[in-house]
C-alpha cells in the first residue's frame, strides 16, 4: 500500500511535472510568437518609414529638378527675349541708318540736279545774251550800212544841197 501510494505520488508528481513543462513550453512558445510578431511588426514599421523616407526623398528631388528645369527655361526665355531685343534695335539702327544715307542720297542728287540746273541755265541765259549781242551787233552793223548808203546817196545830192548832208553827217 505505501508502495502503491509512492508510485501514486511519483506518476502524480511526474504528471504534474510533465504538465508544468509542457505549460513552460506553451509559454515559451507563446512568448517566442509574440516577440517574433513584435519584431514583424517592428521591421514593417520601420520599412513603412524608410519607404515613407524614400517617397519623401523622391518627391523633393522631382521638385527641386522641376524648379530647376522650370529656372532653366526661364533663363532662356529671358535670354531669347534679350536676344530678339536686341535684333530688333539692330535692325531698327540699320534701317535708320540706311535711311540717313538714302536721305543723303536724294539730298546730293537734288542738290547736283539743282546745279546742272542752274549751270544750263545760266548757259541758255549767256547763249541768250550773245545771241541778243550779236543780233545788236548785226542790226548796228545793217543800220550803219543803211546809213553809210543813205549818207553816200545824200553825199551825192549834197553836192547840190550841202545844208541836208550837213544835217545828216551831224546824226551819224
Given amino acids: 500500500e505505501a508502495e502503491e501510494k509512492a508510485r501514486l505520488e511519483a506518476e502524480e508528481k511526474a504528471r504534474l511535472e510533465a504538465e508544468e513543462a509542457e505549460r513552460l513550453r506553451l509559454e515559451e512558445e507563446e512568448k517566442a510568437r509574440l516577440e517574433a510578431e513584435e519584431k514583424a511588426r517592428l521591421e514593417a514599421k520601420e520599412a513603412e518609414r524608410l519607404r515613407l523616407e524614400e517617397e519623401e526623398k523622391a518627391r523633393l528631388e522631382a521638385e527641386e529638378k ?42 546730293e542728287k537734288a542738290r547736283l540736279e539743282a546745279e546742272e540746273k542752274a549751270r544750263l541755265e545760266a548757259e541758255e ?4 545774251r550773245l545771241e541778243e549781242e550779236e543780233k545788236a551787233r548785226l ?3 545793217e543800220k550803219a550800212r543803211l546809213e553809210a548808203e543813205e549818207a553816200r546817196t545824200f553825199e551825192v545830192r549834197g553836192r547840190r544841197k550841202s545844208p541836208v548832208r550837213s544835217r545828216r553827217k551831224s546824226k551819224t
Avoid: D, I, P, T
Fill in 66 to 107: 522641376a524648379r530647376l528645369e522650370a529656372e532653366e527655361a526661364e533663363r532662356l526665355r529671358l535670354e531669347e527675349e534679350e536676344k530678339a531685343r536686341l535684333e530688333a534695335e539692330e535692325k531698327a539702327r540699320l534701317e535708320a541708318k540706311e535711311a540717313e544715307r538714302l536721305r543723303l542720297e536724294e539730298e
Fill in 125 to 128: 541765259a549767256e547763249r541768250l
Fill in 139 to 141: 542790226e548796228a552793223e
